[in-house]
């Protein structure tokens, strides 16, 4: 079969591996002989159903995503366990993205103590960062499951961004997707946005806000 490329992500078509990027049903492809739209089964849930489903790469894959965040002009957003920092954190993220503006985001709040303040966490998240060597311009909490905060930080994220595109990254199971899935739900609402355009999920997604 020829060389065939999803035009929503850019992955590399595929029909044997449901689990890696560019997976597509066969049928799919004849489809899209007739369409002249060829998309991956994960881009297709997202443009028709605004879902995110993970997919799987190699750590030689993902070393190459973060050479491209780190030569491109974009935003980043780290996303990281409030309860488990050190185990959330991307080891060497700050060499990666040098240079760009970094948001991060705890995510998980909605299970902190309700005496537990917003102020303190942050700067504890603040503190634990610039250990890592990074220096974000801004510390949000949020609940991904919940839907806690979505709104403040897609506007937080609207006014960091300036024109560029978003980088969200974060380790497996850190609630990436969870979150990407709520900011699609709420940018729908509002109706800020027509159609997202996100990269295979892997631990970074790039989102283009319109």
Not at 57 to 85: C, P, Q, R
Not at 189 to 199: A, E, T
Request: glycine share 6%; hydrophobic share 40%; proline share 3%.
């Amino acid at each position: 079969m020829e060389e065939l490329f999803c035009i929503g992500c850019g992955a590399q078509i595929q029909t044997e591996d449901k689990e890696k990027a560019g997976f597509t049903p066969a049928s799919s492809i004849k489809k899209a002989e007739e369409t002249g739209e060829l998309y991956c089964q994960r881009c297709f849930r997202l443009r028709h159903y605004n879902e995110i489903v993970d997919v799987h790469i190699t750590d030689d894959e993902f070393l190459k995503l973060l050479h491209e965040v780190g030569d491109s002009d974009a935003l980043v957003v780290n996303v990281v366990d409030i309860f488990d920092f050190n185990g959330s954190i991307i080891p060497g993220l700050s060499r990666f993205v040098s240079g760009n503006d970094v948001l991060l985001v705890g995510n998980k709040k909605d299970i902190l103590p309700k005496s537990v303040k917003d102020g303190k966490v942050t700067q504890w998240l603040t503190e634990r960062a610039h250990e890592e060597g990074m220096r974000p311009v801004d510390v949000m909490l949020t609940s991904a499951q919940n839907h806690h905060a979505i709104k403040e930080l897609i506007q937080r994220i609207e006014a960091l961004r300036k024109g560029r595109d978003v980088y969200v990254v974060g380790v497996t199971n850190v609630g990436k997707s969870t979150l990407i899935n709520a900011i699609i739900k709420k940018l729908l609402v509002i109706r800020m946005l027509s159609q997202p355009l996100v990269s295979q999920e892997r631990p970074l997604i790039r989102l283009k806000f319109h």
